[in-house]
C-alpha cells in the first residue's frame, strides 16, 4: 500500500517579535522573510512552502497582532485575523522570554472564534532557565485548550523537526499545492522590496522604521553583461526621515544598496546593480490610495 501523501495550509500567529519569521527562515532553509529586532517587521502574508517525501507544509507568516494605530496597521490586523479561516491548522507562537501579555489575550479571543487545532509553540526557549517554562505553560494552557504546547529555539533549530511531525500529523490527505523546488509564491519583486526594507531596519531607528516602504521601479536584465539592474524607492513621510536614510554625503543610502545588493544577488544568482533613491509620501501609511500602491490592499481579504 502505497504510503499518504499529507498536505495543508499552516497559519503562525502571535504578537509582534516572537520569532515567526526566523522560525520560517530556519524551517525553508533560505531567507524569505525578512528579519528585525523591531516590532511589526512583517507587513504581508508570506507563504513558505515545505516539501518532503510525504508532505508539503505551506507556512502563512502573519503579521504581528497588535492595537492598530493607523490604517497600515488596520491592515495589518486584518491580515492577520483572515489567514486563522483560511488554513488547516494554526500554530500560535509565543516568546518564552516576555510571558503572558495584553496582546496574548487578544489573540486568544480571535482563536475562540476559529474551528481548527491550535498548537503553542513556546519559541526563544535557549534565552530562559527550564524552571520558567513549565509555569508559563500552565498559564497559556488555563487561558486555551490547544492541541499541543511545544516548546522551541527557532533561532537554533532545538525540537523544530518534532513540531513539524506533530503538525503533519493533523494535516489532511491532499495533493502537492506547489512544484517541490519551489519555496515561496510571493513573486521576485515583493522580495527584493523587503531585503531592502530590511536593510533600513536595522540601519535606523525611532520612528523611521515604520514609516517607510520601498517600491520597485524596475528590473532589467543587462544586454552588455550578464548582470540585473534595479531601481527601487524607499518611501518615507516626511523630509527629516530623507534626510537620516540618506545619511552624510549619502552613506547611509549607501550602505543599505550594499548590504541589499548581497542578498538580491543570492536570490537572483546574478550580479546586480542596485539604485536606490528616496520620495517623500507625506502621512503615506493614512491614505488608502498610497497603501495600495504600495501593495497593502485590503480588497484582497
Not at 70 to 90: F, R
Not at 147 to 157: M, R, T
Not at 201 to 219: F, G
Not at 254 to 261: I, L, P, S
Amino acid at each position: 500500500m502505497e504510503d499518504q501523501f499529507k498536505s495543508g495550509f499552516v497559519a503562525i500567529i502571535g504578537r509582534p517579535n516572537v520569532g515567526k519569521s526566523t522560525f520560517m527562515n530556519h524551517v525553508i532553509g533560505e531567507k524569505i522573510a525578512i528579519m528585525s529586532d523591531k516590532p511589526q517587521t512583517t507587513r504581508n502574508k508570506i507563504q513558505g512552502v515545505l516539501t518532503e517525501k510525504d508532505a508539503q507544509l505551506v507556512f502563512i507568516d502573519t503579521p504581528g497582532i497588535h492595537k492598530p494605530k493607523h490604517k497600515l496597521g488596520d491592515y495589518m490586523v486584518n491580515v492577520a485575523e483572515s489567514t486563522l479561516n483560511e488554513v488547516d491548522t494554526i500554530m500560535f507562537m509565543i516568546n518564552a522570554e516576555e510571558g503572558f501579555g495584553r496582546g496574548d489575550q487578544f489573540i486568544i479571543e480571535r482563536l475562540q472564534r476559529v474551528d481548527k487545532p491550535v498548537f503553542l509553540v513556546v519559541n526563544k526557549i535557549d534565552r530562559v532557565h527550564p524552571d520558567q517554562l513549565l509555569p508559563l505553560i500552565d498559564q497559556y494552557r488555563e487561558k486555551f485548550d490547544f492541541e499541543e504546547i511545544i516548546p522551541i529555539s527557532a533561532l537554533e533549530g532545538s525540537n523544530v523537526n518534532h513540531l513539524l511531525h506533530v503538525v503533519k500529523e493533523h494535516l489532511p490527505e491532499g495533493p502537492q499545492f506547489y512544484p517541490e523546488d519551489q519555496i515561496t509564491d510571493h513573486p521576485e519583486r515583493f522580495i527584493i522590496s523587503e531585503f531592502i526594507r530590511e536593510k533600513v531596519l536595522h540601519l535606523t531607528r525611532e520612528e523611521i522604521p515604520h514609516s517607510i516602504a520601498v517600491v520597485i521601479e524596475s528590473i532589467e536584465p543587462r544586454k552588455d553583461s550578464n548582470a540585473v539592474y534595479v531601481q527601487a524607492a524607499i518611501i518615507v513621510e516626511r523630509k527629516s526621515q530623507k534626510g537620516i536614510i540618506i545619511g552624510k554625503q549619502g552613506s547611509m543610502l549607501k550602505e543599505v544598496g550594499q548590504r541589499a545588493r548581497k542578498d538580491i544577488e543570492s536570490l537572483l544568482g546574478s550580479r546586480v546593480y542596485l539604485e536606490l533613491w528616496v520620495k517623500v509620501q507625506k502621512d503615506w501609511r493614512n491614505r488608502q490610495v498610497q497603501l495600495s500602491d504600495f501593495g497593502y490592499n485590503e480588497d484582497e481579504y
